[in-house]
């Protein structure tokens, strides 16, 4: 949890901090890339440590990523410039990447399925205080400390962590064949970079139809056949096939890449359409999304009774119906709707995330042996990634195309900053955007079908104690 609580403060206190951040080292036409650089490292790094996870242990992996993330923090918080600080914001990402795969297996490793539930809402209340807490404390450090302290913070925490780790987890893992690594399939999982890349700035730094599009898309396109030809001919390949044909991973799969795409749809433009066309201040708006950090805990928590008693796919499927139900409410919205029904919609929306997130790493974790459960939990970790990077994409297409079609050219919609928007500008926007999340949140029941409804508890006690 401490672990875990490291890189989902460092997801939300950095946003109130950009304009001291700017003031300080400049850049401003750079700043994006603090998020960018940090998003990109953390996701194609994600699936390689998770194979790294069941070749070389949990504990060793774990106590990589957070010195590593340690290591990004210190230097973050002595950056003299821009370009430093995005360059060791990226390392940051690089621990990131160990940190969650590995905790997530670890958990797994010591929980039964009927204790998972638990520690699952466990995690997911991290996830929700630091949805609170983060903004919160960035804005508290840069208006009467400094930025930099957002860094420094993570130091006494880092060392907490891995002290705990150090001298209370007990990791024996079973003897095995240690097999070489497939250094040139991890090598290539960096190709994701380039669709990432794309995906991110497309519409933002370049046009979709330009020559920087091109070659990010191509370029991703050449090197996943590569990829393909590689990983079919290793020994031990980094994203091995058989992670493909598995029903219950496919079915996680579904569930983490629809569920990265609508967290990022709903916490992006929700708080917009708040302040910009309901006149709600900031931090109403920002409480009526965190109402979603409330409801995932919450059914994260009591989704073991649900799987135990009637399945994972009943317990998938009542997610998709919550889930489908708030981004039914978020849809239907309008310019003289209440900012209350907004809190109510992620509320549910977010029962509906906790019901089919939670309950799939369950799953996929007691669907594999033990050396396979670092790679499983790592390539559902990178799906999420990867929706979070599409949902960028098409919900800012999907926004900046009416704002641009409503002012008459994307020139004219560029000059305008969004607080200049009319409403009778930005309300059809953000519509259609809240239609297109609602549309994809129905997603989350073909998660729900492809799951099987029970699942043999199979290879589930290992020899990892927490004392």
Known sequence: MISIALIAIDATILATAVPAIVKDLGGFTQFPWLFSAYLLTQAISTPVYGKLADTFGRKPLMLFGIGTFVVGSVLCAVAWSMGALIAFRALQGLGAGAIQPAGMTIMGDIYSVAERAVAQGYIASVWAMSAVVGPALGGLFSDHLSWRWIFWINVPLGLLAAAVLWLRFDERPEPHERRPIDWWGALLVAAASALLLGLLE???????????????F????????????????????????????????????????????VMLGVTSYIPVYAQQVLGAGATVAGF?????????????TTSGRVYLRWGFRSCLLLGAAFGAGGAVIIALVGPDSPVWLLAVACLVLGLGLGYVVSPSVVALQSAVEFRQRGVATGANMFARSVGSAVGVAMFGAIANAIVADR??????????????????????ALQAVFLAVAACALLLVLAGLMMPSRLVDGPDREPATSE
């Open 218 to 261: 191509g370029g991703t396109a050449v090197l996943l056949v590569l990829f393909v030809r590689v990983e079919g001919r290793a020994a031990d390949p980094v994203l091995p096939g058989w992670l493909f044909r598995h029903r219950v991973l496919n079915a996680a799969t579904v569930g983490a890449f629809v569920a990265g795409m």
């Open 288 to 300: 009526a999304v965190a109402a979603l950090a409330i409801g995932w805990p919450i059914a994260a």
């Open 407 to 428: 002012l008459g050219g994307a020139e004219a919609a560029g000059a305008v900053e969004l607080e200049q928007l009319p409403v009778g500008v930005l309300d059809p």
């Open 202 to 216: 497309g519409g933002i730094r370049w046009p979709w139809w330009s020559w920087q599009s091109g070659v990010a």
